[in-house]
């Protein structure tokens, strides 16, 4: 499934509508047994130029709260499916963070990633601090979340920031190329890895370990396994 975000207007800016719509979307294709990757991406030849702040201006902290300006990001991270993003343009604010909530991120040589929260008073709120210095490591997240400072896509995939650039104008493309592929893949093992890379961050490293030793075990007692692995020995494709 491809979820478009198209508010050219205002270079796909995320206000509380879009951001709602959004978020629904994306809970409806959970539930959607037909679905088994979801593409993110923005029209205009953007993918999220940052969070509206006209709307943001005259906002209070229970404001947030009770208009759950953050649950979009939540369903993208809670996400069992894989989650693609395509990006060109700019990917600032929350739309880097709606980038670092997917699973791969597939970059246009033009796009330009970056956290500007701090130059109008405030700070990332939906991941970047956190997911930026496990990433890149803390020096080089401070400089980019302290200064505000984009970073070009090609030297984002050199910080660990993307999975892979392309020409301009290709992201989608290329991304619909991936998805197709891990659509193709056995899908209790693409849910298997996704479960095990996610709780395992959080782990201590020999916890992670034991964690992925019982799903990859639990794999045996599939249906997939046996018809991948015997597919495998006949030189047969697998159904």
């Keep these: 499934a491809v979820l478009s975000i198209e508010r050219p207007e205002r270079r796909n800016a995320l206000n509380l509508e879009v951001k709602g ?82 699973d791969l991120i597939v970059a246009g040589t033009s796009a330009r990633f970056g956290q500007p929260e701090i130059r109008v008073g405030i700070m990332p709120g939906a991941g970047g601090t956190q997911k930026l210095p496990r990433i890149m490591g803390p020096y080089r997240a401070m400089k980019m979340i302290l200064t505000g400072e984009a970073v070009a896509a090609p030297e984002a995939l050199q910080l660990g920031m993307v999975s892979e ?12 190329d991936l998805a197709r592929t891990i659509a193709s893949m056995p899908p209790l093992a693409v849910r298997a890895v996704k479960e095990v890379v996610q709780a395992g961050q959080n782990l201590p490293l020999e916890g992670a370990l034991a964690l992925e030793r019982k799903a990859f075990q639990l794999l045996f007692d599939t249906k997939d396994q046996k018809e991948g692995m015997r597919a495998f020995l006949e030189k047969r494709k697998p159904a």
């Design 21 to 102: 719509r959004l978020a629904d979307e994306v809970e409806a294709l959970v539930a959607d047994a037909t679905v088994r990757v979801i593409v993110l991406t923005g029209s205009g030849g953007y993918f999220v130029a940052g969070t509206d702040l006209a709307e943001m201006v005259d906002m209070t902290p229970e404001d947030h709260t009770r208009l759950k300006t953050g649950r979009v990001f939540l369903a993208l991270r809670q996400c069992p499916k894989p989650v693609i993003a395509a990006v060109e343009g700019y990917a600032l604010g929350g739309g880097c963070e709606l980038a670092l909530c997917c």
């Design 165 to 176: 650039v392309v020409l301009d104008g290709k992201a989608l493309e290329r991304a619909l």
